[in-house]
Antibody, heavy 121, light 107 residues
Framework: QITLNESGPTLVKPTQTLTLTCTFSGFALSASGVGVGWIRQPPGKALEWLALIFWDDDKRYNPSLESRLTISRDTSNDQVVLTMTNMDPVDTATYYC?????????????WGRGTLVSVST | EIVMTQSPATLSVSPGERATLSCRASQSVTNNLAWYQQKLGQAPRLLIYGASTRATDIPGRFSGSGFGTEFTLTIASLHSEDFAVYYCQQYNEWPGTFGQGTKLEIK
């Protein structure tokens, strides 16, 4: 059974850097075709793609946020880490990590519960 | 970036009736289209991928169709647990953009 769990701060201040960790089980990120991504959802709004990392360390970013995002993996601990710099109140959202559904694909078949991050002074 | 447009924004349907939700892409995404269901306070759940393939454990009353730029999610006979927000997402080109969602509410 695949599970993912997001962790990180619930509150960050404007201009700070956000670091979120996705801890997963039930699959290996080293297996061919596998990916783990991050998606966010501001309160009451739609889903937005952020970043994705594949088994071969290929990394993809949303072009509109690419300059602020870094995704990395720790295969020994079954974790994927997302950092977002220069946080702003508009970045307040629930942040989800998810398992890619197909081989080298970017739709998601299993999602974590999400973690709400608020940006405020 | 491919823009995904869903219609209607809100759909009111009675339990037991059929619901049809639409999703349009600004350019062809072939059949690289997924549908998700999201209930209040929960993470999205994958319903359909490849435009028409049901995900694991998804009931047969959910079906998807379409190719290119026009897609449809049909729920054959609504159950009470089906009232939620539904999102389409294209994964033909990076980034995999989502639609703005259709809220399916009880009539």
């Amino acid at each position: 059974q695949i599970t993912l769990n997001e962790s990180g701060p619930t509150l960050v201040k404007p201009t700070q850097t956000l670091t979120l960790t996705c801890t997963f089980s039930g699959f290996a990120l080293s297996a061919s075709g596998v990916g783990v991504g991050w998606i966010r959802q501001p309160p009451g709004k739609a889903l937005e793609w952020l970043a994705l990392i594949f088994w071969d360390d290929d990394k993809r970013y949303n072009p509109s946020l690419e300059s602020r995002l870094t995704i990395s993996r720790d295969t020994s601990n079954d974790q994927v880490v997302l950092t977002m710099t220069n946080m702003d109140p508009v970045d307040t959202a629930t942040y989800y990590c998810a398992h890619s559904g197909g081989w080298y694909s970017w739709y998601f078949d299993v999602w974590g519960r999400g973690t709400l991050v608020s940006v405020s002074t | 970036e491919i823009v995904m447009t869903q219609s209607p924004a809100t759909l009111s349907v009675s339990p037991g009736e059929r619901a049809t939700l639409s999703c349009r892409a600004s350019q062809s995404v072939t059949n690289n289209l997924a549908w998700y269901q999201q209930k209040l306070g929960q993470a999205p759940r994958l319903l359909i991928y490849g435009a028409s393939t049901r995900a694991t454990d998804i009931p047969g009353r959910f079906s998807g169709s379409g190719f290119g730029t026009e897609f449809t999610l049909t729920i054959a006979s609504l159950h009470s647990e089906d009232f939620a927000v539904y999102y389409c997402q294209q994964y033909n080109e990076w980034p995999g953009t989502f639609g703005q969602g259709t809220k399916l509410e009880i009539k």
